[in-house]
């Protein structure tokens, strides 16, 4: 087991983190002490105001809720018979044991894990000491939970690992190669879980990478009609194979019903992101691929996956984008216009025009040189000969100092002498 303390100011917003999972459906509440009602008896504002008694009795402290998670191994399988003990056992060996709790087991990891929400004042306004109390009370507390529960230890516990570890080059999964239904469960949670998408189409593209989809079956089929989904193994050309998995035995649910409402709550976690994700785009049709299928290599390096949506007849009509750094997914007309499909067609074709214009350019200046160097040798021998003798030609080339012609003298006049 492994336990994580935190010491909050706000009971308002822990309170709320949990009980927003129960209304999702990613979480419930299992268990409540010290309270004069169960917890299946109380709305939300029952169960605050019990907690907000005690803080309201101590106004000097700055922190006085607590809230805390206890975490299992992967092959523990726990009630919540066996959890609802646990946490009591936890919270009494840390000092809490007469403070009014709250317990929630929550369904949207890959590992199963609790979350305690408790107040630090007490029924005299005196705040319990939370100093080192991780270090000190929780450490020792959950040592002598293992043992008591026979609980794998914390130390003997395997570091989840992430299961996108090489977001551009993930290991695919192959139907026949692995267990399919642990391939596909632990795809579709972290994705489900850590990317952000707007749309089923959105969330499809991220799980494409590793040949999955979320089918919502055909329009006359008991699925779609029912609204219900599944998830399945896709081959190298895109066919759907294998034994369909239902998102409800998923961890984290991934169901249709719970996608609809991530939908909207990954609008706003995708924008300050869309910037950094344009720059990446600019970047590389600033180097002028000649191809969509070029500029879709080139994202490739930059660890964007990319999603051509094309027609029967083969034409490509919209594009998606899977921004693997920031596990994040964009539609290309939501980018911008200009990254739209057709955008980015136009800009592609305008930079061959100017590239093939400015070839042809060259080579027509390369040819004109070539031609004046050429001119003279390429004349005729007897032209060249005329050039050279002709008259007009010489006086025009040579100074008339060298002409050999003498200037004629003035005859003087003998009128004078005869005189």
Known sequence: MVAKIAVRKSLLAVLNYNEQ???????????????MLDHDQMNFYQKLERLQMLNDLNERAETKTIHVSLNFDLTEILSNEKL??????????????DQPYLVYKHEDAGHPHIHIVS??????????????????????????????????KAQRQKPEQPVISKPVDPEKIKYGKAETKRSISEVVSSVFQTYRFTSLPEFNAALKQFNIIADTGKEESRIFRNKGLVYRVLDDTGGKIGVPIKASLISGKP???????????????????????????????????????????????????????????????????VDNTNKCVFNGSDVGKAYSIAGIQNRINADQKMATASSKHKMSVHVVNEQKQVSWREQPKANVLDAITDVHYQNESIPFQLTGKKKKRKKKNNDSSQK
Do not use: W
Request: aromatic residues 6%; glycine residues 8%; contains cysteine.
């Open 21 to 35: 999972k129960v209304k999702k459906g990613n979480a419930v509440c299992i268990a409540a002490g010290n309270y």
């Open 84 to 97: 609802s003990a646990i946490a009591s056992s936890y919270i009494e060996k840390i000092g809490f044991g």
């Open 119 to 152: 107040t630090a004042i007490k029924a005299d306004g005196k705040r319990i000491n939370t100093h080192n109390i991780g270090k000190n009370q929780s450490e020792k507390a959950r040592k002598e939970i293992e043992g008591i529960f026979g609980l794998v």
């Open 255 to 321: 169901t249709l019903p719970n996608l609809e409402m991530r939908f909207s709550e990954n609008a706003a976690l995708k924008e300050p992101l869309k910037k950094q994700f344009r720059d990446k785009l600019d970047d590389c049709l600033a180097s002028h691929p000649k191809r969509i299928r070029d500029l879709v290599q080139k994202l490739e390096a930059k660890q964007i996956f990319t999603v051509l949506r094309q027609s029967s007849d083969g034409r490509i009509y919209g594009i998606t984008f």
